[in-house]
């Protein structure tokens, strides 16, 4: 990384600069090197597993294949740029998971209620949304650290869910459109998987050309420092997590579309754990200010590309859950050490 | 008197104990059955699970840290035996090997947090995945064996009228209050967590208290482990999911400071059987599975806020003290 | 003042470390280039030098926080190599920092013997730890609750504990740093007593200050570090303060910043009695477009409170605060910056600039709503004003790109203070604006300042550096005690008038004898 001129020996401070400065311009120079994209080599890394995949596991390859496995990350990427958005203003949401049963249960009461796919939508996206300011507030206001909060806001939700389905599960009514989302396909690509481009690309909008996504980050970074210099961090902060939740909520109606059921155990703590290691995996930091957009995404196509190939290889599912667990721990400790190096933290 | 001073760990945990017991008092008028010999000796048997693995999270707290992987190492634990006696292995031996998984898995936590430097959120986070699925991995392959009824009794009968499990987890108590305050570690157990940097400089082992208080509480979650799958005579590979968040639970509510340098470990004993308690009445009650998760994640909620608005809640309850004496004598 | 040498530190070299103390691989940086200190029995010897001149690294290698690379350390005679924490504590070395070493839910006792526990067998020996540490309280001539948690004390009251851990550690050198900085005049006086008779009992005793009064009052003899080199140890009786200055900066006292003055013009900010959230009394001051308004107190006499009172960073108890005849009293902060405040908080690095973020993202912070349509964001209109506030600043950078945490202090407060500067606004408070910066960067503060008045824009500047504060203000109000003692004008601004209303409790003929007028 740092490719230094011979070191000058001894010790002659022969420039008249302070000597602090020097170090720093040494620094600098090492830094520009490396903000040349870390998401340049996850995307590598996932080229890399797909080529590998191609050639050792059978049935990889074929179009079909390929498009179930897009079309299986597409929610888990939607859910992922969610909670981006909350591990950027440094904090956590937990509560995902049973986000995706409440909305899946919400979604499927209004349709057999109302009949009405639009309506059914709106309210289930509602609900994520309302659920969503409801813990950037008590995060927020009440200052209770959003590990706990969000992880009595998995146990609320679970429960509203358990309370509106009265414990079953609900059959989605027949709905062409509906069906047709999960099935369909515009010049060959899944149309799960478009929607899924066209959330990130306006994700990607907000958090690189608007006040908002600069702000989240700076928040995320310093949030003191941020509120001193104009920035409004409880908007901030609240939004955020409205957005996760409310991206969870979408991320359920998708997954929905593919199981066609309304059910509260939708998700689970499992969806909660998958979505943190999709954005970790991603290059996102758990600790605040950094992480991209492209990178939760591929993030999410890793950890779906594994899936895929593990039910491919005919590995037990079980199994899965500890290579999971494996995953997030390498990754965690490679951004541990990224943060340290990048200067986010000592 | 114008403050009361709510933030001293030993007023809130007496609090806890007295509110135990006019709980019971009360809630025995107003729920049958509650009150009876049978159901509150069920209580702290169950309730001595938790506060096992309670001790150990306290431990870790204590150091300024958390240890998430409780659960996924009881469960881990569990089928690990259950596996073991049923290919013929005395469970003695097997309860050996348990404890020595869990005492593996707490160092590995040991050193990814003091070695690796990972906060211990994000570790622990990582070797519960990791035990959960293995669980899961493991319990797939063996199918549905059982404990063989001698240790199963462990785990469910009582001795001159105290349960076995309960006894154990007093003597786990005893055991650990008398070293902490005996010894430097349980100064230095402290000292690590109140001001880290301060305990380095001054010459505390940082690093290896940090990893201790990690081995011992994986040591302790493989005890809790055990006592419950000899509680429930199997073992199912999600049966210690939700202690993580039950054992931070009695924490917080026993007055353990999140944040690191104060707390007691008999405190959290306490706020494990309040937690048990409240459960059974819900129980008994007929309260929902799930509306019971929720008034427990309500509970914590509550504790941590206590906590966190502790000081401000103070100040206007003093305020309004202040107000009415006022008023009183005005 | 005479006896053995106790510590003998020659030519001593540092390079510029990690964290574990060790030189960055590859690195020239010197820290130390060449210190020098000698230390002897039954003397107060200080040690003084600007921010960055290496007095902190020079006490960390001596105290044996960390190895050194260059030059010789004798300890009571004997040479130190490489060191570990617990072999320095039987030199008898001990160090009380700025940052207090105590743990705040520890009782006294416990943080008396942190780390060197008293054991009889294998338990803790409570009992002897007590009565040693009650021993050793009582020689300081305080009381103090051995059992209270040490958060429950004062400062000042803390640092004596651990001083009082020192005696009990049989230390026979002692290192203050900056050891008055938050002490009252009083408590200062009684830790000077203490010290006088440490010294009378053979103890050598390193003191580590900016406050050039304070050397004169205290040390026998006085060492200047200057970029990490020796400039000279004077026998304080035999010297100036001119002399000590002119081997901190090479220049004469009379040197500081001549300031072009511009006339006043009408009010543009205002408080009517406040009392910040805190506490305190009520304060009134103004503040007129074109002026430079300095702000003068003792640490603790309620500046910063009393600024941010005025941002609205915090709210207020009573009182009214005017922007431009605008009561903003209930304003949120943003509105206020929106209005026209601008605020340079105290703490650079933590709450002034965000140090991962690039140099960038920080200077265009204030501005990123007005540099596009609705909620965007155009990159070329964000680059092109850093890049200009770059130029304009001096700030000395490869690219706007790299992070803000690779630049100096000083310019790392020239993107603190940049960042408001995109547009005119009516009032600048600015809470020591030099703190911490190198000589060079603090005149180019000054000539902003200037630049800014010059162009009808109005400072107000919180400093605690006397000779800064009348040379640079047209109007400078003394804080004492949370409330504003006094307005002064420049013309009858002196270094005494100042510190005489800055005391809270001594006379002016004592003022006059320790400034030594």
Redesign the interface.
Known sequence: M?T?SA??TG?S?TSPQ????????????T??RI?RNPTLGLLALLLVMWALAWILVPKFGSVDNIRTVLRQASDLGVAAIGILFVLLIGGIDLSVGALYGLSSVVLVTVMIQTGSLPLAIAAALGAGVLFGLLNGVLVQWVRIPAFITTLGGFYIAYALAQMISAGSMLSMPADDLFVGLQTGLLLGIPYLVILAAIVAAIAWVVLN????G??V??VG??R?????????VPRIVITCFAICSGMAALAAVMLTSRVQIGVPTLGGFNATFETITAAVVGGTSLFG??GTVVGVIIGAIIIRTINNCIVLLNIPSQLYQAVMGLIIVVALVVDAARSRY???R? | MTRLPTDRPLVRATAAAVAIVVAVLLVGQFVPYFATTTNLSKVLLEAAILSVAAFGMTLVLLTGGIDLSVGGVMSLVGVVEVSLVSSGVPWPAAVVVGLGIGLLLGTVNAVIVSRLKLPPFIATFGTLGIAAGLALYIANVIGHPVFPPDFVSLGNDAVLGIPITVMLAVAILIVLEVVT????WG?HL??TG??FA??R????PVARVLGSAYVISGLLAATAGTMLAARLGTANPLQGEPYTLLAVAACVIGGVDLFG??GHLWAAGAGAVFLFAIRNIMNLQGVQPFMQDLVIGLLIIAAVLVTVQGPALRDMASDALQRSRHRNAA | MSGPVLLDAQHI?K??YD?EGRPIR??????L?DASLELIAGEVHALVGEN?AGKTTLIKVIAG?LPY??GSLHVAGSLRGETT??RV?SEGIAVIWQEF??????SVV?NMF????L?RG???DKGEMRRQAAEAIATLGVSIDLDSTVERLSTSQQQLVEIARALNERSRILILDEPTASLSRFETERLFELLRRLRSEGLGVIFVTHRLDEVFTISDRVSILK??RSTGTLVTRATTKDEIVERMVGRHLDAVYQRHRTTPGEVVLETRNVVPAGGGAPASITVHRGEIVGLAGLVGAGRTELARAIVG?DPVESGAVLLDGMDVTGWA??RR??AGMA?V?ENRK????????PIL?NL???E??R??PG?????RRERGMATALVEELSI????V???A?????G?QQRVAIG?WLARDRVVYVLDEPTRGV?VSARYALYELMEAIAARGGAVLMISSDLPEIISMSDRIYVMRLGTISAEVARVDATEQSILTLMLPDTTAADVSAAVGA
Do not use: C
């Open positions: 740092s230094s070191p000058a010790g401070m302070p000597a602090a400065t020097e170090r720093r311009g040494r620094a600098a120079g830094w520009d903000s050309h608007t006040t908002f600069r702000s980050v700076a970074y310093n003191v420092t941020a509120g001193l210099s104009g920035v409004r200010g950094r990048l200067g986010e000592t | 305050r005996v010894t430097t100064v402290r000292a109140d001001n301060v305990a400089l001054s010459g505390v340098g104060r | 070299q390079y510029a964290d590859g690195t020239d940086v010197l820290l280039a960055g926080a690379e260059g924490i617990s504590r070493s105590l743990a705040p839910h520890l416990e942190l780390g060197r526990e054991r294998r338990r803790l970029d990490g960073a902060m943003r910056l929106d605020f908080p933590d709450q002034g600039v965000i140090l991962p973020l993202r265009a912070i204030t990123w709503p540099l596009g909620p965007l964001v155009v990159p000395v950078a490869r690219t790109d790299q992070p945490f690779t630049l100096s202090g310019n960042k190198d």
